[in-house]
Structures are given as C-alpha cells and as structure tokens.
T-cell receptor, first 110, second 113 residues
Framework: SQKIEQNSEALNIQEGKTATLTCNYTNYSPAYLQWYRQDPGRGPVFLLLIRENEKEKRKERLKVTFDTTLKQSLFHITASQPADSATYLCALDPADDMRFGAGTRLTVKP | DGGITQSPKYLFRKEGQNVTLSCEQNLNHDAMYWYRQDPGQGLRLIYYSQIVNDFQKGDIAEGYSVSREKKESFPLTVTSAQKNPTAFYLC????????????FGDGTRLSIL
C-alpha cells in the first residue's frame, strides 16, 4: 500500500543545533516533494518544493534533500531557534491531489 | 491582502444536523481543496475542485458534500451521514499544476454536542 512516513512524532533539540526531519514514502514515484510548517490551530504554510532532479535545495536556514533511490527526503533547519518550534509536514502529489505525512512536531529549547 | 478565509473558527453540531463550513479565497486560484485533520494523522483529502461547477471526490468523501458555484468559494457541508465528524477541517487553494504549493486557511474545528 502507499504510505508517507515521517520519522517521529516529536523531536526536541537545543537552540543553535541543526534539526533533521525525515520523510519516507512507499509505492509512490513523485516528481517532486513539498515541505510545510503548521503551528497549533493554524493551517499549514508552504516552505519548500524540491523536484526529483534536484538533489538538494536551500532557503535561508532551511535545506531539503530528495533521494528517489532511497525514497526519502530530509529536511534540515540549521542554527535552530525557539521560533522554529512547530509541526513540519511533507507532501507529495502522485496525481491531481496532494498526499501529506502526519508530521513531526519540533520543539527547540532555549 | 490576498488569502484564504475559513469560517467559523469553531462549530458545534447536534446529532442529525447538517452543517456548512465556509471557504473563500481572493488569490484568483482555480483549484480548491478540503482536508480533514485528525490527531496523529496526515491531512486526508475530502473533495477538490479545479474549475467552477466541477469537483472530484477525495479519499474520504462519504458523508460530505461540496459546491463550486463561484471561483472564490468552495463551501463544505458535513451531513448527518458522517458518523464521526469531530475534526479540524482545512481548506486550501492553488494555481493549477502538479507542482504548485497549496495555500491554506486557518481551519474550522468541528465538535459534536
């Protein structure tokens, strides 16, 4: 069956460290993958999109990698700050509709 | 300011009632979507629409209905046939295209009285 799995429900790190979140997928062949941030009680906000022919993409302190052989994307936040605390969702689009993972809740402690 | 607006923020439903959740966007997007979010689960697609007067069922359409009479509006009705309606409902819109990001509203939390 098709699955999108984000490595853990929660991740706690110390301020200033790099947070690494994982998104694994099964029985999909996406041409691209997206990452979103969701704060409690709010809708997700788009962060980054990476295409299958782009091994890595960066935006400010964010970096995303996409390995179609491993069927995995890694999402990194460098020099993390308490304001980065949120739930991060990966999503891919096999057809006309988007499929989302359950998310990883990141807490950055001062 | 362009955006997507959902109302109300909180909604309560009595047994046997239908309720309608509003979703309006002024982003001039052709595509609109409704998702349901339950704790510990990913967003699940209920319905989506790519053009006025047309819409498609998502994975969990049973017990829900939608309309798309205007480009800007995509209301969702939760009918009495939906036996477990308590959830956080999210509306989104996007430009047409398989790699376009979705823009979300801030959701409606529906509870059963």
């Amino acid at each position: 069956s098709q699955k999108i799995e984000q490595n853990s429900e929660a991740l706690n790190i110390q301020e200033g460290k790099t947070a690494t979140l994982t998104c694994n997928y099964t029985n999909y062949s996406p041409a691209y993958l997206q990452w979103y941030r969701q704060d409690p009680g709010r809708g997700p906000v788009f962060l980054l999109l990476i295409r299958e022919n782009e091994k890595e993409k960066r935006k400010e302190r964010l970096k995303v990698t996409f390995d179609t052989t491993l069927k995995q994307s890694l999402f990194h936040i460098t020099a993390s700050q308490p304001a980065d605390s949120a739930t991060y969702l990966c999503a891919l689009d096999p057809a006309d509709d988007m499929r989302f993972g359950a998310g990883t809740r990141l807490t950055v402690k001062p | 300011d362009g955006g997507i607006t959902q109302s109300p923020k909180y909604l309560f439903r009595k047994e046997g009632q239908n309720v309608t959740l509003s979703c309006e966007q002024n982003l001039n997007h052709d595509a609109m979507y409704w998702y349901r979010q339950d704790p510990g689960q990913g967003l699940r697609l209920i319905y989506y629409s790519q053009i006025v007067n047309d819409f498609q069922k998502g994975d969990i359409a049973e017990g829900y209905s939608v309309s798309r009479e205007k480009k800007e509006s995509f209301p969702l009705t939760v009918t009495s046939a939906q036996k477990n309606p308590t959830a956080f409902y999210l509306c989104a819109s996007s430009i047409l295209g398989v790699d376009q990001p979705q823009h979300f509203g801030d959701g409606t939390r529906l509870s059963i009285l």
